[in-house]
């Protein structure tokens, strides 16, 4: 397995995108949640972390990187699927933060498999500007989105939220086409 440097570079720029996009909106989805869960949570992502971290040994290739990583973004698809389907229940947004941590699991994993991937100092650090830029543009489209929306009407957090879901959902899709464009099998 190779990673292709270009479409991976896409990858990491619309990953950062979209966790731009969406940092706000947790502040909305999370509301139904009591602090409890989020100490349940902390416990959890610390326990799966520490998990993840004594496997490495057996994890530290491209193709487990590979499939990690997909298995990531897909993750992130179904939460976006499950919350447009959905919308605000209890249970939905219980499930929605679960697979949030559980995604957040791999993430130490990911730096550090990127790190051995990309080897170069160079391209660490552009990949590091690349992720900026688009954690950046997607906290700035996120704020125009729900200013264009608010101009229409919208002021409901929950359907401004909803609405940003169907633009989450494009740009999760399209994650998950560069991450196929950026690990070729030989």
């Given at each position: 397995?190779?990673?292709?440097?270009?479409?991976?570079?896409?990858?990491k720029?619309?990953?950062?995108?979209?966790?731009g996009?969406?940092?706000?909106?947790?502040?909305?989805?999370?509301?139904?949640?009591?602090?409890?869960?989020?100490?349940?949570?902390?416990?959890?992502?610390?326990?799966?972390?520490?998990?993840?971290?004594?496997?490495?040994e057996?994890?530290?290739?491209?193709?487990?990187?590979?499939?990690?990583?997909?298995?990531?973004?897909?993750?992130?698809?179904?939460?976006?699927?499950?919350?447009?389907?959905?919308?605000?229940?209890?249970?939905?947004?219980?499930?929605?933060?679960?697979?949030?941590?559980?995604?957040?699991?791999?993430?130490?994993?990911?730096?550090?498999?990127?790190?051995?991937a990309?080897?170069?100092?160079?391209?660490?650090?552009?990949?590091?500007?690349?992720?900026?830029?688009?954690?950046?543009?997607?906290?700035?489209?996120?704020?125009?989105?729900?200013?264009?929306?608010?101009?229409?009407?919208?002021?409901?957090?929950?359907?401004?939220?909803?609405?940003?879901?169907?633009?989450?959902?494009?740009?999760?899709i399209v994650?998950?086409?560069?991450?196929?464009?950026?690990?070729?099998?030989?």
């Amino acid at each position: 397995m190779n990673l292709n440097l270009r479409p991976y570079l896409w990858y990491k720029l619309l990953n950062s995108l979209f966790f731009g996009l969406a940092v706000g909106s947790v502040f909305v989805l999370y509301t139904p949640l009591e602090p409890s869960v989020f100490s349940l949570g902390g416990i959890g992502l610390a326990v799966g972390l520490l998990v993840v971290a004594k496997v490495y040994e057996k994890m530290m290739n491209l193709l487990v990187f590979y499939r990690i990583t997909l298995l990531v973004e897909f993750l992130a698809l179904l939460i976006i699927i499950s919350f447009l389907i959905f919308q605000y229940s209890y249970t939905n947004v219980l499930f929605i933060y679960i697979s949030y941590q559980l995604t957040f699991v791999f993430g130490n994993y990911l730096m550090r498999m990127e790190t051995l991937a990309l080897k170069r100092t160079t391209l660490l650090s552009f990949a590091d500007v690349v992720k900026q830029q688009g954690y950046l543009a997607g906290m700035i489209i996120s704020y125009l989105f729900y200013k264009f929306v608010e101009f229409f009407g919208v002021i409901d957090k929950e359907t401004q939220v909803y609405c940003l879901h169907g633009l989450l959902l494009v740009v999760q899709i399209v994650i998950i086409y560069c991450v196929f464009k950026a690990f070729r099998h030989r």
